[in-house]
């Protein structure tokens, strides 16, 4: 008789492996897809962050190679997902010229709100605010970090101050100067006179025992406070004087006035002449 041998056939079931990775996630191409059961896949994926890869809600490491190896025997869900790296950034504060500007020692991400520092100090000038490049800022004001470290430089203005003359027991008007810090400026000339004296410069002080200035000297931060208001006081010296016995009088030696006995210098050669004949 005869014998019937039958051979047993087999197939290899498929089954499929799907993908979910988020935004910013890359891998490798043809990943997903059907595959024999038993077939081993390696694959990569990187992200700008911490990549996570999961196969069936396990957690996977990457091997050696730096890949990611899974042996297929169902049907595997792969998700993928990214903790993006988070990158810090600094504020400074360059006072420009100024001192005692303010020292932030916060790290701020991307989109943080800064508040702004206090304003720094600087002689002769008053503070604006601070700069960025792109806005003017007050102290106590906010803005968005945006993707980098930023520098706020403080921003000046200079003083203005006022220079008044005093006479000093002198005679005339005079008006009043106005002068910027870091500026030079001319001191005006006098203009005041005194009889029987002469102007020899000015000072700060009435009696002469402050700061001394030429007439018309040039200068430069006499004051620093905005809207300060100094005084030049004009220093005068007495003329020497000559006794004029016929006349109940005296002379200043600038030929000018006679004082005290009431005679015009125009007398005075009349008068020494008519001396001379007599002696």
Known sequence: ??????????????????????????YDSGLAGDYEYGTDKAFTTTGDGTVRVYANGVLLSPQDDGQYHITVTQDIEINITLTRRVEYYIVSYDPNGGVNAPFDRGEYAAGEN??????????????????DATAIYQPGNTFRMGSGDVTLTAQWT?????????????EGGMGTSALTYDQPHTIAECTYHKTGYRFTGWNTRGDGKGKAFTDEQTVTNLLAHDGAVGVLYAQWERLPETALPWSGGTMTHNLTTILGGGLLILAIPFVL???RRLG
């Open 158 to 170: 200079a003083n203005g101050y006022s220079i008044v003359y005093n006479a000093n027991g002198g």
């Open 273 to 275: 002449m008519r001396r």
């Open 114 to 131: 800064v508040t702004v520092g206090d304003a720094p100090t600087r002689e002769g000038y008053t503070f604006t605010g601070w700069n």
């Open 1 to 26: 008789y005869d014998v019937l041998t039958f051979t047993a056939q087999w197939e290899k079931k498929i089954f499929q492996i799907n993908v979910n990775a988020g935004a910013g996630i890359t």
